[in-house]
């Protein structure tokens, strides 16, 4: 199975400034066919399911603010939210695809410092 | 707009049984492989299960291989989850999502197993 791991576990930005969160996985996730990295990455607001944000870890889900990016490839992926915002607050999750199980990282708590 | 509603949680005795069900509307649902994934109290998303289009391939996480089945029924727009020797660490918030990258999910159903 791959493994995902996120850091940090939880971060605390002020507003305005730039959040980074940081996916690693196990083995690459970078099919040499489609020279796409199967990464996702969610955010998850208290009550609510999971908003997908981001996939093929550089697009952008339609309705997903440009303040939001993902960037990477192979086994090191990267969100960044360029200027932070009170609505950001959540918990942001990555996610492969490239092969069942499609495990998740374990989330990163991100605050409003 | 598409919509994923899912039901049949509920609290349940270890070793019990239940059938969650999750009812498609908005897209064609027979053109999309589905999954399920829950989701602990206060813990992270763990996917449970997938299955293609049509029903002839599915996949299981480890954790529920042998006690839990994923089927769908195209006719009816709606994915099932059978799940059998339920355990209490099988308690959660299971939901349905569509895989196009995961794209569309229901609020879940809540599971509790517990005696």
């Known amino acids: 199975d791959i493994v995902m791991t996120q850091s940090p576990d939880s971060l605390a930005v002020s507003l305005g400034e730039r959040a980074t969160i940081n996916c690693k996985s196990s083995?690459?996730?970078?099919?040499?066919?489609?020279?796409?990295?199967?990464l996702a990455w969610f955010q998850q607001k208290p009550g609510q399911p999971p908003n997908l944000l981001i996939y093929w870890a550089s697009t952008r889900e339609s309705g997903v603010p440009d303040r939001f990016s993902g960037s990477g490839s192979g086994t090191d992926f990267t969100l960044t939210i360029s200027s932070l915002q009170a609505e950001d607050v959540a918990v942001y999750y990555c996610?492969?695809?490239?092969?069942?199980?499609?495990?998740f990282g374990q989330g990163t708590k991100l605050e409003i410092k | 707009e598409v919509q994923l509603v899912e039901s049949g949680g509920g609290l349940v005795q270890p070793g019990g049984y239940l059938r969650l069900s999750c009812v498609a509307s908005?897209?064609?649902?027979?053109?999309?492989?589905m999954n399920w994934v829950r989701q602990a109290p206060g813990k992270g998303l763990v996917w449970v299960s997938r299955i293609d289009s049509d029903g002839s391939n599915t996949r299981y996480a480890d954790s529920v291989k042998g006690r839990f089945t994923i089927s769908r029924d195209n006719a009816k727009n709606t994915l099932y989850l059978q799940m059998n020797s339920l355990r209490g660490e099988d308690t959660a918030v299971y939901h349905c999502?569509?895989?196009?990258?995961?794209?569309?999910w229901g609020q879940g159903t809540p599971v509790t197993v517990s005696s």
């Open positions: 999502t569509r895989q196009n990258f995961f794209d569309y």
């Open positions: 083995q690459t996730i970078l099919s040499t066919s489609s020279s796409k990295n199967y």
């Open positions: 908005g897209f064609t649902f027979s053109n999309y492989w």
């Open positions: 996610q492969q695809y490239y092969s069942a199980p499609y495990t």
